[in-house]
């Protein structure tokens, strides 16, 4: 079987792999050197996309339009911008076994990848129903939503099942963001998830009232406290509805689950250091193997702002994190340094008109701020966090880009509160004064 060799070998073809491409030519790159090798099919592109925009049934986002790096407003790399600068973009390459004592990759076809330096960014999988043995979880037209082919196979079904009922499991950004697209696409939509209310990972009780609110309102039903146990199918093995653990028995023609996902770390067990399901690195996203990096959703790194070990499953931190993985390589060939990575932990999500960001560290006790109803023509309302006397995080909804911009500025200069109760009265003020 065939053997390559490249300088530098990128595994995974997702945001933070792209990025990554983006800055290895920026930092310079001679042809031949560099090679990205993902199971996908197509070049990197933003992923967000895929439960936004790409999901719409008319004006739909399609490849090339988000490729990377547009989702911050960068260079579109097509296909083509990999042959121009000598990178060698090797697609639809699933890498089954990492040897990186020997610095080998073999992909599921028999050829193996020899590389100097290895830049880990396979990204994260979802979890499965069939992971928890949930009876019947294997019936057709139940999706997952990680890659543009999973997203290729659900618009298909859309299709199909034209104006049908859908039952979203998993109440996070996925779940809140797929049930709003299906209700979009004109079917009957109904939302369940165990927790006392959505995102809860993120959300406070008065956030998420405020969505659950405003979905309500769009006509989808949620069924929250009750979990998906099994599910009924047609003959031709077709889902035909979902049982719930409370009994009730939900008609579905589509399912569509977003109950998490694991960081891809499985080829690297036992070769590298792991830390809180991650790949450890350094604040240069160096792994416990010399020559050997991670970046994106599958490296644990030191969070300097809170002097503490995360991962962290954002878009942001995937082309940050590409940027700071490139300059410390190129910094290290030339024996430089480069400034620790210090990143602020930015999220984001839009559904309907909706549109919210979140900055900082959702730690401690919150005010919420603005016209939260639900009702409201054009409501606009935030929260803040405050961890021993001082904002550590900021949530808005409906913001401009400067507002949005003014709760960033809060949530990383972390200003002390003298009174909680002001603050809630001050709202976006407070951080417009900052
Ligand atoms: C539907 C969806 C919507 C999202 N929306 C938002 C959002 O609104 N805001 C936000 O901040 N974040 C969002 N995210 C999260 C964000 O997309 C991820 O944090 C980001 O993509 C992580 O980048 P990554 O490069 O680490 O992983 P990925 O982008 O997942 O890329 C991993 C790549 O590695 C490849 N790969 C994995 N294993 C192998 C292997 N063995 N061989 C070859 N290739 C391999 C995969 O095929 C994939 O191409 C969303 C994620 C999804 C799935």
Not at 60 to 77: D, I, K, N, Q
């Amino acid at each position: 079987m065939a053997e390559k060799h490249f300088k530098y070998v990128i595994l995974g073809g997702g945001v933070a792999a792209g990025y990554a491409a983006r800055d290895f030519a920026k930092e310079g790159v001679k042809p031949g050197e560099l090679a990205v090798i993902s199971k996908e099919a197509v070049a990197p592109y933003e992923r967000p996309a895929l439960s936004k925009a790409y999901l719409f049934p008319e004006g739909a986002a399609r490849l090339p339009g988000f490729h990377v790096c547009v989702g911050s407003g960068g260079e579109r790399l097509l296909p083509e911008w990999y042959t121009e600068k000598g990178i060698e973009l090797i697609l639809s390459t699933e890498i089954v076994k990492a040897d990186l004592a020997s610095k080998t990759l073999t992909a599921a076809t028999g050829a193996t990848f020899k590389y100097d330096v290895l830049v880990i960014a396979t990204g994260s999988t979802v979890i499965r129903l069939s992971d928890f043995g949930v009876q019947g979880a294997d019936a057709k037209s139940i999706f997952y939503l990680r890659e543009i082919d999973d997203a290729d196979k659900l618009i298909e079904t859309i299709k199909a099942k034209k104006d049908g009922k859908a039952v979203i499991v998993g109440g996070g950004y996925i779940g809140l963001e797929l049930g709003a697209v299906m209700k979009i696409n004109n079917f009957d939509v109904t939302m369940v998830y165990p927790e006392p209310w959505c995102m809860p990972r993120l959300f406070t009780a008065e956030i998420a009232a405020f969505y659950e609110g405003y979905y309500a309102r769009k006509g989808i039903n949620i069924i929250k406290g009750t979990v998906a146990v099994g599910f009924d199918t047609h003959a031709d093995g077709e889902v035909k509805a979902v049982k719930l653990k409370d009994g009730r028995v939900l008609d579905a023609d589509i399912v569509v689950v977003g109950v998490g996902g694991r960081p891809l770390t499985t080829l690297f067990k036992g070769q590298v250091q792991e830390e809180k399901g991650g790949i450890k690195t350094d604040a240069f996203f160096k792994t416990s193997v010399p020559d050997v990096y991670a970046i994106g959703d599958v490296a644990t790194f030191p969070l300097k702002l809170y002097n503490e070990m995360r991962r962290v499953e954002h878009v942001d931190h995937a082309r940050k994190s590409a940027e700071q993985a490139v300059k410390a390589i190129k910094a290290n060939e030339q024996g430089k340094s480069i400034d620790v990575y210090d990143y602020l932990p930015y999220f984001y999500s839009r559904s309907f008109d909706l549109s919210w960001q979140f900055y900082g560290d959702n730690v401690g006790d919150t005010v919420i701020f603005g016209d939260s109803d639900p009702a409201s023509p054009k409501p606009k309302f935030g929260s803040y966090w405050i961890k021993e006397g001082k904002v550590v995080g900021a949530f808005l909804e409906g913001g401009t880009p400067d507002e949005n911009k003014a709760i960033a500025k809060v949530a990383k200069i972390q200003p002390p509160v003298q009174s909680v109760d002001e603050l809630a009265k001050e709202g976006l003020t407070f951080a417009s004064k900052i």
